[in-house]
């Protein structure tokens, strides 16, 4: 029986896909190749279409005997969905629907969904735990909420079960450095610090020093990819024992702050990056870490990876490949 993987040629998704054939899970992945890539996938079938084409779904769906679906393919920007908010509902929810009602039509039961903690909005408490209220700030965090809500009925109509992850900042590469976040795709900090090292980028940015933090600079919660490969598969680990719906965070629990990032990236490159510090960014949280109390008790799930790996890992991918997978 094999697990599909949308997006798996993505940054999440194939880091996913090498453990996936680590621990010998036989994978398909389906992706459009629109910020993916081929080289990312290494020798795991690789369908290119879309997770919007129905008739294409079923047909993988019988081929290669799949019997659960890991969902990572969306857009991820959220400044990007201010703009364009009709392209993110149409990938992230209405094709995410298409790929639903094929999995329904093809007895396919099991789902686990890449979610997201901007479902949070800017937290009222910290740490964040599943319980939080939901204030979703874009369309992209509204649609990573639409797909949990259509879950929700999926489960209850048609007995599909799943396990929504909210991924706070997913970091680092895989430890041998040969599969990474690209850089054309990404406007997360730890890329970007990372160009500034290879000197792609004239300097860092650092919007705001006056934050109620330990050095004045916004605190976030970075989680390496290969934690977040490794929740899903004890995720689809959890419907297999348990047919039980669930939402979880993944994070490491652990704030760092900007300042931390940067003097890491720092001491770990060896290169004294310029870095412009700059006013706050409206709407910027001060500080946003989870609770990942749940995922340990009922996953037994446990980050496995300190900021150090992930700048180590992140720094080894980007100062092999500084063109990413190039084109
Ligand atoms: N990177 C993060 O920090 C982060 C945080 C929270 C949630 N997420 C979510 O995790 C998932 C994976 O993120 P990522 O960073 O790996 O993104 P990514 O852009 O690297 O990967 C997404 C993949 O999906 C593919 N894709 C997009 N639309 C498609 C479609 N309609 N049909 C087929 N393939 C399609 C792209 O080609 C790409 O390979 C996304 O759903 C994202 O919203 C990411």
């Not at 047909?59 to 990007?80: L, M």
């Not at 995410?96 to 039509?105: D, F, K």
């Not at 909420?145 to 209850?156: R, S, T």
Request: charged residues 20%; hydrophobic residues 35%; negative net charge.
């Amino acid at each position: 029986m094999t697990v599909l993987v949308t997006g798996g040629a993505g940054y999440i998704g194939s880091h996913t896909v090498r453990l996936l054939r680590e621990r010998d899970y036989p994978v398909v992945v389906l992706d459009n190749l629109e910020s993916g890539n081929r080289a990312a996938t290494g020798d795991v079938p690789l369908v290119v279409g879309d997770i919007g084409d129905e008739a294409l779904l079923t047909r993988v769906f019988v081929e290669h005997n799949v019997n659960a679906v890991i969902h990572f393919a969306a857009y991820k920007a959220p400044g990007e969905s201010m703009e364009q908010p009709e392209r993110y509902f149409d990938n992230n929810v209405c094709s995410t629907n298409r790929l639903l009602r094929a999995m329904q039509r093809s007895n396919v039961k099991h789902f686990v969904f890449s979610s997201s903690c901007s479902v949070y909005g800017t937290p009222q408490q910290l740490p964040v735990s599943e319980t939080n209220a939901l204030h979703p700030e874009s369309p992209y965090a509204e649609s990573k909420l639409m797909v949990e809500q259509m879950l929700k009925w999926y489960d209850v109509c048609h007995q599909l079960r799943y396990v929504s992850l909210r991924y706070f900042n997913a970091a680092g590469a895989a430890p041998d450095g040969k599969i990474g976040e690209d850089w054309k795709v990404t406007l997360n900090l730890i890329p970007l610090v990372m160009k500034a090292a290879l000197g792609k980028a004239s300097v860092v940015k650092v919007f705001g020093t006056d934050y109620p933090t330990r050095d004045g600079t916004a605190v976030r919660d970075y989680i390496h990819v290969m934690d977040l490969a490794d929740a899903h598969i004890r995720a689809l680990e959890y419907l297999r024992e348990h047919e039980q719906s669930q939402i979880f965070n993944l994070g490491t629990g652990q704030g760092s702050t900007v300042q931390e990032i940067v003097d890491s990236t720092r001491r770990i490159s060896g290169v004294d990056l310029p870095v412009e510090y700059t006013g706050r960014r409206p709407g910027d949280p001060v500080a946003i870490y989870a609770d990942n109390t749940k995922a340990r008790e009922l996953l037994g799930w446990q980050p496995q990876y300190s900021l150090e790996e992930i700048i180590q890992s992140a720094w080894q991918w980007h100062s092999t490949y500084p063109e990413g997978y190039g084109d």
